[in-house]
């Protein structure tokens, strides 16, 4: 909240004017700002409803990234309450920078997919070179966490995998199938699922070996914490399971 | 220092006009690690990544430069029917956000878009290909060409032509001979920063051309990339950037001065 009333002070000063900043008194309601991973948009948008309806008068704000760039925000100062991401390595750094508090709590498992284009022009039958038939397969780089689990799935299978991109996140991958440039991209199950029609999935013995684990826990600079508990007792409750479950999450 | 008969208060926003670029810009170079910078600038990917930029650049440049140039005279000196709606067209790339830029190029060169189906029946493919690179790259730097060549020709006018065709020469000898050399300094300054906007494309090549160290990975994917695991590397390519975009600018600035020197 300072950082946000020097950001208007700072406005006043260069503007020239010579108030003492903070005339406007926020609205009276409580503020809850949850930073989460992208993949976590819907299901987390479809709680934020269940919330505001439990908790009259509270508003939560969301903002949706990759993890990586959501845990640098969070150092830089960004102010939140929450913090969920995709995968316990960018979390671990958040605990090491000191900006979460806590333990994380793991809510939610994804499992690697392997999506091709609707109708499957390649004819793409698995993940090896005969499967493959020389279609172009398009991956996440392995500097970010869904390029470091297809790492570990074609460790796991003995493969070596020769994509045509190596994208900076699972939702470039997605776009690149669904628009069928590529064709065949390894995506997360609930990425699969927001495809809808646009994808299908084809089955790959070894894939739901490979999850990523997604933590949430509560930042040291929270406003409220026990609002921000609130919000983790909803995402790892019975609620919280549902709507992560239509979403294609699994849940531990 | 005199403000030329301007009132002495322009002086405070044109200062915070230039704190607000200058700051960040400052910034950066702060926390730039200059004792791994050698070593951070001459990794593998980097490097990689440098010469993929530097030779796309040149290449989308180069394409720029022989389009641009006829289309810059053609909208400057004739009645060209529908020239607002051309221009408008050329110039969108301007204003565009990179991602739309990247879309609309996905939408036509494309496996499932308007020319991309017709090229592959006739065995050529480009998506994931540095071709798709240098297409994404010419399709936002065009503009930079055509708005720098168009208002020189226009502010010169076609007095020397006129002149040179009654003299006998004709319309290719004249375009060679005198229009192009007459042009040469707006086609310079046009060409580097067409060059400079080529080097800093990001989201259209994101979202056609794909990400592949050697193949499409340019320098700004690559800092794109690095930031996600090693900040300092990110930091000191940006770096690299930062001095080839101000050198570039540098460039067009020192030959604008001496030309209104000699005036």
Redesign the interface.
């Given at each position: 909240m300072s950082r946000r009333r020097a950001l208007a002070a700072l406005a006043v000063l260069t503007l020239g004017a010579c108030g003492t900043g903070g005339g406007a008194a926020p609205a009276p309601t409580d503020e809850l700002t949850v930073l989460a991973a992208a993949s976590l948009r819907e299901v987390f948008e479809d709680l934020g409803e269940q919330f505001t309806a439990q908790h009259p008068g509270t508003e939560v704000t969301f903002s949706f990234a990759g993890s990586a760039d959501l845990v640098a925000q969070l150092d830089a100062g960004a102010p939140a309450d929450v913090l969920a991401t995709a995968d316990e390595t960018t979390m671990a750094r958040a605990v090491a920078d000191g900006t979460v508090t806590g333990e994380p709590q793991v809510f939610a498992e994804n499992a690697l997919t392997l999506v091709v284009p609707a109708g499957n022009p390649a004819g793409v039958t698995g993940l090896d070179d005969a499967g493959l038939a020389g279609a172009d397969l398009v991956v996440c780089a392995p500097q970010v966490p869904c390029g470091a689990a297809a790492q570990t799935l074609a460790g796991n299978l003995g493969l070596a995998l020769t994509p045509v991109s190596e994208e900076n996140s699972v939702t470039d991958v997605l776009g690149k199938v669904t628009s069928g440039q590529a064709e065949a991209g390894l995506v997360y199950s609930t990425d699969a699922v927001v495809a809808g029609d646009a994808v299908e999935v084809v089955p790959v013995a070894g894939t739901e070996e490979v999850v990523n684990r997604y933590p949430v826990a509560v930042t040291s600079d929270a406003d409220d914490e026990t609002l921000a508990q609130a919000w983790l007792d909803l995402v790892l409750g019975p609620e919280g399971r549902d709507a992560l479950t239509a979403a294609g999450f699994g849940t531990p | 220092m005199t403000t030329a008969g301007l009132p002495r208060w322009v002086l405070?926003p044109a200062l915070?006009g230039v704190l607000l670029i200058g700051v960040p810009v400052a910034g950066t170079l702060l926390r730039v690690p200059w004792a791994e910078l050698p070593a951070l600038l001459t990794s593998a990917a980097s490097l990689d990544a440098l010469w993929l930029s530097l030779r796309t650049s040149a290449a989308a440049t180069l394409l720029v430069v022989v389009l641009g140039v006829p289309l810059a005279l053609l909208l400057a000196w004739t009645d060209l029917p529908g020239a607002r709606v051309v221009r408008t067209v050329v110039l969108l790339p301007l204003v565009l956000p990179p991602v739309v830029s990247g879309l609309a190029l996905?939408t036509t060169f494309?496996?499932?878009g308007l020319l991309g189906r017709q090229l592959e029946v006739l065995g050529i493919d480009i998506?994931?290909t540095t071709t798709a690179v240098v297409l994404a790259q010419a399709f936002v730097a065009l503009p930079f060409l055509v708005l720098s060549v168009e208002g020189a020709a226009r502010t010169a006018g076609r007095r020397h032509e006129v002149v040179a065709a009654t003299l006998g020469a004709g319309p290719t000898t004249v375009l060679r001979r005198v229009t192009l050399p007459l042009l040469a300094p707006a086609l310079a300054s046009g060409t580097a920063l067409a060059f400079a906007r080529c080097l800093g494309e990001f989201g259209a090549t994101?979202?056609f051309?794909?990400?592949?160290?050697g193949v499409?990975?340019t320098l700004p994917?690559e800092i794109?990339?690095?930031?996600?695991?090693d900040?300092d590397a990110a930091i000191a390519l940006s770096l690299l950037l930062i001095v080839l975009a101000a050198a570039l600018v540098i460039a067009t600035q020192g030959r604008g001065r001496r030309r209104a020197g000699a005036r």
């Amino acid at each position: 909240m300072s950082r946000r009333r020097a950001l208007a002070a700072l406005a006043v000063l260069t503007l020239g004017a010579c108030g003492t900043g903070g005339g406007a008194a926020p609205a009276p309601t409580d503020e809850l700002t949850v930073l989460a991973a992208a993949s976590l948009r819907e299901v987390f948008e479809d709680l934020g409803e269940q919330f505001t309806a439990q908790h009259p008068g509270t508003e939560v704000t969301f903002s949706f990234a990759g993890s990586a760039d959501l845990v640098a925000q969070l150092d830089a100062g960004a102010p939140a309450d929450v913090l969920a991401t995709a995968d316990e390595t960018t979390m671990a750094r958040a605990v090491a920078d000191g900006t979460v508090t806590g333990e994380p709590q793991v809510f939610a498992e994804n499992a690697l997919t392997l999506v091709v284009p609707a109708g499957n022009p390649a004819g793409v039958t698995g993940l090896d070179d005969a499967g493959l038939a020389g279609a172009d397969l398009v991956v996440c780089a392995p500097q970010v966490p869904c390029g470091a689990a297809a790492q570990t799935l074609a460790g796991n299978l003995g493969l070596a995998l020769t994509p045509v991109s190596e994208e900076n996140s699972v939702t470039d991958v997605l776009g690149k199938v669904t628009s069928g440039q590529a064709e065949a991209g390894l995506v997360y199950s609930t990425d699969a699922v927001v495809a809808g029609d646009a994808v299908e999935v084809v089955p790959v013995a070894g894939t739901e070996e490979v999850v990523n684990r997604y933590p949430v826990a509560v930042t040291s600079d929270a406003d409220d914490e026990t609002l921000a508990q609130a919000w983790l007792d909803l995402v790892l409750g019975p609620e919280g399971r549902d709507a992560l479950t239509a979403a294609g999450f699994g849940t531990p | 220092m005199t403000t030329a008969g301007l009132p002495r208060w322009v002086l405070v926003p044109a200062l915070a006009g230039v704190l607000l670029i200058g700051v960040p810009v400052a910034g950066t170079l702060l926390r730039v690690p200059w004792a791994e910078l050698p070593a951070l600038l001459t990794s593998a990917a980097s490097l990689d990544a440098l010469w993929l930029s530097l030779r796309t650049s040149a290449a989308a440049t180069l394409l720029v430069v022989v389009l641009g140039v006829p289309l810059a005279l053609l909208l400057a000196w004739t009645d060209l029917p529908g020239a607002r709606v051309v221009r408008t067209v050329v110039l969108l790339p301007l204003v565009l956000p990179p991602v739309v830029s990247g879309l609309a190029l996905l939408t036509t060169f494309g496996r499932r878009g308007l020319l991309g189906r017709q090229l592959e029946v006739l065995g050529i493919d480009i998506a994931f290909t540095t071709t798709a690179v240098v297409l994404a790259q010419a399709f936002v730097a065009l503009p930079f060409l055509v708005l720098s060549v168009e208002g020189a020709a226009r502010t010169a006018g076609r007095r020397h032509e006129v002149v040179a065709a009654t003299l006998g020469a004709g319309p290719t000898t004249v375009l060679r001979r005198v229009t192009l050399p007459l042009l040469a300094p707006a086609l310079a300054s046009g060409t580097a920063l067409a060059f400079a906007r080529c080097l800093g494309e990001f989201g259209a090549t994101l979202t056609f051309a794909g990400s592949l160290q050697g193949v499409t990975r340019t320098l700004p994917l690559e800092i794109y990339l690095q930031r996600e695991t090693d900040p300092d590397a990110a930091i000191a390519l940006s770096l690299l950037l930062i001095v080839l975009a101000a050198a570039l600018v540098i460039a067009t600035q020192g030959r604008g001065r001496r030309r209104a020197g000699a005036r």
